[in-house]
T-cell receptor, first 113, second 109 residues
């Protein structure tokens, strides 16, 4: 079974711009979660989507948003980028049977200059 | 507030020198305790799930155990390829994983 894939792997953006990241879950997984990983804060939960609906949301500002499509693929968007948004953004998918057993993609490394 | 704390932050071992990593948690309504391994520049790789105090899981040189307040990842006779950051996470009531900041393990030959 193919794992979770994320595109692009690397991005460099300028403050004030916006960015869209993409995630394709493991086949058959309908839940997709997004996390931000930084050296100082570690892995922090952004939001979770299931069947095209946002089911849970972490404590991030409204500049961070996401969506999920009918094929379970997900995108997250960050608007008005700030220097502090530089991080590794990780996507994870899980099955209905084991919703907490999350399998991660390789991440997208976002650098904001 | 839900919290997961890992210690030590970094651990250097000689090849063959066994040790343990600690993960203490306060997660309301814990839905499982999860261990991951993360190599530099990669996403976390799932290792174990533990659900009940007293439960143990093993994989090669790794064994994870769970009590009501802590989990331990025991590494027996480690090899250099075991070098990585090991992450512990608790399953929270909102469907998310609450991660500790990890233990960076270095195993020298």
């Amino acid at each position: 079974k193919a794992g979770v894939t994320q595109t692009p792997r690397y991005l460099i953006k300028t403050r004030g711009q916006q960015v869209t990241l993409s995630c394709s879950p493991i086949s058959g997984h309908r839940s997709v979660s997004w996390y931000q990983q930084t050296p100082g804060q570690g892995l922090q939960f952004l939001f979770e989507y299931f069947s095209e609906t946002q089911r849970n949301k972490g404590n991030f500002p409204g500049r961070f948003s996401g969506r999920q499509f009918s094929n379970s693929r997900s995108e997250m968007n960050v608007s008005t980028l700030e220097l502090g948004d530089s991080a590794l953004y990780l996507c994870a998918s899980s099955s209905q049977r084991q919703p907490y057993e999350q399998y991660f993609g390789p991440g997208t490394r976002l650098t904001v200059t | 507030e839900d919290q997961v704390t890992q210690s030590p932050e970094a651990l250097r071992l000689q090849e063959g020198e066994s040790s343990s990593l600690n993960c203490s948690y306060t997660v309301s309504g814990l839905r499982g305790l999860f261990w991951y391994r993360q190599d530099p520049g990669k996403g976390p790789e799932f290792l174990f799930t533990l659900y009940s105090a007293g439960e143990e899981k093993e994989k090669e040189r790794l064994k994870a155990t769970l009590t009501k307040k802590e989990s331990f990842l025991h590494i027996t006779a480690p090899k250099p390829e075991d070098s990585a950051t090991y992450l512990c996470a608790g399953g929270g009531s909102q469907g998310n994983l609450i991660f500790g900041k990890g233990t960076k393990l270095s195993v020298k030959p």
